[in-house]
């Protein structure tokens, strides 16, 4: 059974899906939106993977703790990023300076974790 974090973290994969297939449909009208897409890109391939960091935490497979840290770490970097790509496409303005850096750094640091986390041997 999903834990409450799990439970957010599906939620908020689920949302960051959506998000980037109505990031994707906006950028195709509007023209010069690059950055647009490239927000809803980003945002369509990492929802799968937090995803399945989550169901891999769920099952066991790996080391729950570490496994759900970077898929919140990921969720995180992806709306940092991806929210200020966007943001600076529909309304000109920043999240706040050097939000989409600071969310690529948070990403990579995901992607570190998720690798860690299959690598730590998992208690049953």
Known sequence: MPTTPDRILIALAALAGGLGVAASAAA????????????????????????????????GLTHGIVTRIAAAALMLGLALFSGDLALRALSGHALFPAAAPSGGIVLMLGWLGAAVAACLPVRR
Do not use: C, R, V
């Open 28 to 59: 195709a009208h509007i023209p010069g939106a690059d950055s647009l897409k490239t927000a809803a890109q980003f945002l369509l391939f990492h929802a799968p993977a937090i995803l399945a960091l989550t169901g891999l935490a769920a099952a």
